[in-house]
T-cell receptor
Framework: ETGVTQTPRHLVMGMTNKKSLKCEQHLGHNAMYWYKQSAKKPLELMFVYNFKEQTENNSVPSRFSPECPNSSHLFLHLHTLQPEDSALYLC???????????????FGPGTRLTVT | QKEVEQDPGPLSVPEGAIVSLNCTYSNSAFQYFMWYRQYSRKGPELLMYTYSSGNKEDGRFTAQVDKSSKYISLFIRDSQPSDSATYLCAMSYNFNKFYFGSGTKLNVKP
């Protein structure tokens, strides 16, 4: 069973709602990631945190707001989303973004988000 | 042009067949190449990792990288129904950012 957990597994929200996705890793890793996976599209990297510092923001709209209070927890705060934001949101962790050889990312099961 | 191109399939083969999955890419700076397997309702899991060009074998799986052609492949020998999943290729040049293909859905029929 994966060492990365995500809650909730499914979420339906209206365009005016505010909700948060939670990710927790139990692997002692220092880097955490948010990805968006839409049908028939490549995984899109959204945010990268390394030692709690954001190192990558892949031009993500401001209606997605990440938070990384410590190396084990990652949140994605959602507000005023659009129907096209409906997708599977995956969290991943790895040992350390910058250390060569630490290539392996461990993924959580994802949160299936539907925006109505 | 997309950074990474991957045929979405679906690819349907009989049990025991050799499966070939492929990706092409446009950025010659990529040095690290990975294959992930994703079962339905699960996150991707790393299958194989290759640095630069060459082959790597792990059991029934072989990963090949041809940097001159910007082409990577994953071969699955003696395919099993349990191999039915979506296979994602991914690549990177600095480990800060990973570029994924859209995934190929594989169905191995008993």
């Amino acid at each position: 069973e994966t060492g990365v957990t995500q809650t909730p597994r499914h979420l339906v929200m209206g365009m005016t709602n505010k909700k948060s996705l939670k990710c927790e890793q139990h692997l002692g890793h220092n880097a955490m990631y948010w990805y968006k996976q839409s049908a028939k599209k490549p995984l899109e990297l959204m945010f990268v945190y390394n030692f709690k510092e954001q190192t990558e923001n892949n031009s993500v709209p401001s209606r997605f707001s990440p938070e990384c209070p410590n190396s084990s927890h990652l949140f994605l705060h959602l507000h005023t989303l659009q129907p096209e934001d409906s997708a599977l949101y995956l969290c991943a962790s790895s040992q350390d973004v910058k250390r060569d050889g630490s290539y392996e990312q461990y993924f959580g099961p994802g949160t299936r988000l539907t925006v109505t | 042009q997309k950074e990474v191109e991957q045929d979405p399939g679906p690819l349907s083969v009989p049990e025991g067949a050799i499966v070939s999955l492929n990706c092409t890419y446009s950025n010659s700076a990529f040095q690290y190449f990975m294959w992930y397997r994703q079962y339905s309702r699960k996150g991707p899991e790393l299958l194989m990792y290759t640095y630069s060009s060459g082959n790597k074998e792990d059991g029934r799986f072989t990963a090949q990288v041809d940097k001159s052609s910007k082409y990577i492949s994953l071969f699955i020998r003696d395919s099993q129904p349990s191999d039915s999943a979506t296979y994602l290729c991914a690549m990177s040049y600095n480990f800060n950012k990973f570029y994924f293909g859209s995934g190929t859905k594989l169905n191995v029929k008993p």
